[in-house]
């Protein structure tokens, strides 16, 4: 059975896809769609690829907790939305990076827009961790450090003293950081790809002198193709 299409989600598989999150998920768990869109994106950006049995679990926390769904085809929607997604979202960070946008969530109040961006950054270090990036570089170590500012709970009190200027400034970092991220990891993996030796097939046993000459002839191998 095919579990996953292709493309965009659509508003109703999205609106799902946060109901199912937060009737099964806890306070550990990935708990909007945002928060999955963050989570997914790091983990197509990492250095390795993540078996899907560890993300999927990971969704919902640490430990041994998963889901009772109610039916088998609730859960195979849910894996199939999410591998959809990660899909789209790889996708678009390699074949079309000046379109990758992360879902921030918006809140209205009193009139005016503000963007939400602590959900999305949560997610995206939730799956960094699932990863080992230590051999990431000194000079990437600033785009990781715009993320995990606001997806970090100890980060808040700084976030909280930063002026109104100052906290849209670190905002319009998010998007680039990770596209920094995800195209240092890919030349990584595409480098190691590149490096690894090629099994080499051994070559053709050449007949003894006196055997039969392997073009057919008939004749033995030194009265024929030897030279």
């Given at each position: 059975m095919k579990l996953t299409k292709s493309g965009p989600l659509i508003d109703r598989e999205i609106d799902w896809l946060e109901e199912v999150l937060l009737k099964y998920g806890n306070d550990d768990s990935v708990l909007?769609?945002?928060?999955?869109?963050?989570?997914?994106?790091?983990?197509?950006?990492?250095?390795?690829?993540?078996?899907?049995?560890?993300?999927?679990?990971?969704?919902?926390?640490?430990?041994?907790?998963?889901?009772?769904?109610?039916?088998?085809?609730?859960?195979?929607?849910?894996?199939?939305?999410?591998?959809?997604?990660?899909?789209?979202?790889?996708?678009?960070?390699?074949?079309?990076?000046?379109?990758?946008?992360?879902?921030?969530?918006?809140?209205?109040?009193?009139?005016?827009?503000?963007t939400i961006v602590e959900e999305w950054c949560f997610g995206y270090m939730k799956g960094r961790s699932l990863d080992d990036w230590s051999a990431l570089p000194e000079a990437l170590r600033p785009s990781l450090e715009a993320i995990a500012l606001h997806g970090i709970e100890k980060n808040f009190p700084v976030v909280e003293k930063m002026s109104p200027v100052q906290f849209e400034q670190s905002i319009t970092l998010i998007q680039p950081a990770a596209l920094a991220l995800y195209q240092h990891w890919l030349s990584v993996r595409m480098s190691e790809a590149s490096s690894r030796p090629v099994p080499v097939k051994g070559a053709e046993k050449l007949p003894g002198r006196n055997d039969p000459c392997q073009c057919g002839s008939g004749k033995k191998f030194k009265k024929c193709c030897l030279h």
């Open positions: 909007c769609f945002s928060e999955l869109d963050g989570f997914l994106t790091a983990i197509v950006s990492g250095p390795n690829m993540i078996p899907p049995n560890t993300w999927l679990s990971a969704i919902w926390g640490r430990g041994d907790y998963h889901p009772h769904w109610t039916t088998e085809k609730e859960m195979t929607r849910f894996m199939g939305l999410c591998f959809q997604h990660m899909n789209d979202i790889a996708g678009c960070l390699y074949e079309a990076p000046e379109q990758f946008e992360p879902i921030f969530n918006r809140r209205e109040v009193k009139g005016k827009t503000y």
